[in-house]
């Protein structure tokens, strides 16, 4: 068994497999997979071979996170899959070699399957909150869960942030202001942080992953100022039917959460049809601001696991001050993209 990492020049191997039931759909899409694996240092594809013929594959991405003030290296495994028997240790084995630390956010049955029994440690999971959604009803509408659906779609009816401005501000000071721009620059990191755990990237880094020019997904930065200071920023991933808040930071709660609420208002003004938004969200603070404004529990939180490869984890098991973002690693890089194109070697 030898490992090779992912080229352009690779992608024909990739296609061997494309007609197993466990090739990730992504991987039909090239130009996604040679950016997110060959365009940076940040994150590549290892390519496992078996006398020349590929028996798997497991992307991992490097992040940097910090836990109460201190820099924590961490690597997310993505497309993960053995199309042979028998490899999927040396997969665990080479991940968890990538970094200190290793991380799931999300995950299948899987997965989880294995990191219970590698004794990796789950924390609390994270809660989903959503605004606009759309609920799609199966069955006879009579049956439970469809008049589940109904009753909550009656209790959360769609919302219109633009609406709201004036009492978002109420909440965030009058001074607060969002400003979208096309690219990210050092003065809008925060230099303080009020959550014990967050992403805390290079400027290279939130440039590559969510790059304002990409065909097949569609970013938007916005910019959080409050009166001339700038206190923080929101990236969003923006399609027809749906808004989700891939990323965002600030050195104040408050600020940060109706900072977010401004940029989702100043991309819906123009809406026809109510787009549902999506946001992931521990910090108990920037719940109560988002449920105030039109967003609502999703009753399915997304589990949140860590492993190291010595020693005991640098955090408490309470996640209550943490920031966690939804789109990290390829949460939110999954078919179909936007540009609705296949592209197969050419």
């Known amino acids: ?77 993505n497309n993960h899959v053995a199309f042979l028997p028998g490899i999927g240790g040396l997969q665990l084995l080479y991940w968890m070699r990538a970094a ?8 299948s049955q899987e997965t989880h399957a294995i990191l219970r029994q590698h004794r990796w440690h789950y924390f609390p999971p994270v809660p989903i909150l959503l605004a606009n959604r759309k609920w799609t009803y199966h069955g006879h509408p009579w049956h439970w869960r469809n008049l589940v659906k109904r009753g909550v779609a009656l209790l959360w009816p769609p919302g219109h942030l633009a609406e709201e401005r004036s009492a978002i501000r109420r909440q965030g000071g009058e001074s607060l202001q969002v400003r979208e721009v ?43 100022s409050n009166g001339l200071e700038q206190v923080g920023y929101v990236i969003v991933q923006e399609s027809q039917e749906r808004i989700l808040v891939s990323q965002c930071d600030g050195n104040d709660v408050l600020l940060l959460s109706c900072g977010i609420l401004l940029a989702l208002a100043d991309l ?20 109560r601001i988002f449920l105030l404004f039109g967003f609502h529990n999703s009753f399915h939180p997304r589990p949140f696991v860590m492993g190291a490869q010595r020693g005991e ?22 078919p179909p993209f936007s540009d609705r194109e296949n592209h197969y070697g050419g």
């Not at 296609?15 to 997110?36: G, I, K, M, N, S």
């Not at 200190?100 to 995950?107: D, K, L, T």
């Not at 408490?316 to 001050?321: P, S, Y």
């Open 100 to 107: 200190p630390y290793s991380m799931v956010f999300g995950g």
């Open 182 to 224: 096309s690219r990210l620059e050092a003065e809008m990191l925060p230099r303080v942080s009020p959550f014990h755990f967050r992403l805390a990237p290079s400027v290279d880094y939130l440039r590559w992953r969510y790059d304002t020019t990409l065909r097949f997904v569609h970013y938007r930065l916005f910019c959080i």
């Open 268 to 287: 819906t003004e123009h809406d026809r049809h109510p787009r549902e938004m999506q946001l992931s969200c521990c910090h108990p603070e920037m719940q």
């Open 313 to 334: 984890l640098p955090m408490a098991h309470n996640t209550r001050h943490w920031l966690v973002n939804f789109d990290w690693n390829d949460n939110g890089l999954r």
């Open 1 to 77: 068994m030898e490992f090779i990492r992912y080229t352009p020049s690779h992608y024909e191997l990739l296609l061997q497999r494309r007609d197993d039931p466990h090739f990730p759909q992504a991987f039909h899409h090239r130009e996604f997979v040679d950016w997110y694996y060959t365009s940076s240092g940040h994150c590549h594809l290892a390519l496992f071979l078996e006398k020349g013929e590929l028996a798997g594959c497991i992307g991992v991405e490097l992040m940097r996170f910090e836990s109460a003030g201190r820099p924590l290296q961490v690597a997310a495994s």
